[in-house]
Nanobody
Framework: VQLVESGGGLVQPGGSLRLSCAAS????????MRWYRQAPGKERELVAD????????NYADSVKGRFTISRDNAKNTVYLQMNSLYPVATAVYYC????????????WGQGTQVTVSS
């Protein structure tokens, strides 16, 4: 099982980034997918989630209207489009795959750094 995030980097305030998370080793289309982030000195927080079909999504209040989670089950990839970024968004972003099979099974990527700074 592997989740590999990419697309992070340095962006100026007000800018945009698109994160990708490529999955392998499991049936991607059966899993709900989530994006989390962890800023220095803070707990990991849930940013956005998508059901396995991509038809139901949810967002943290802090990113609603600016971030969009989407997925392409044919490519085994989930995305996070981030617009209007500000320094508070600086964090390591992680993707997470989860499924309920009597209990929660979930997998994590290694994370990708996003830094918003001028």
């Amino acid at each position: 099982v592997q989740l590999v995030e990419s697309g992070g980097g340095l962006v100026q305030p007000g800018g945009s980034l698109r994160l990708s998370c490529a999955a392998s080793g499991f049936t991607f289309s059966s899993y709900d997918m989530r994006w989390y982030r962890q800023a220095p000195g803070k707990e990991r927080e849930l940013v956005a989630d998508s059901d396995n079909g991509g038809t139901s999504t949810n967002y943290a209040d802090s990113v609603k209207g600016r971030f969009t989670i989407s997925r392409d089950n044919a490519k085994n990839t989930v995305y996070l489009q981030m617009n209007s970024l500000y320094p508070v968004a600086t964090a390591v972003y992680y993707c997470n795959a989860r499924i309920w099979l009597g209990r929660i099974y979930h997998y994590w990527g290694q994370g990708t750094q996003v830094t918003v700074s001028s």
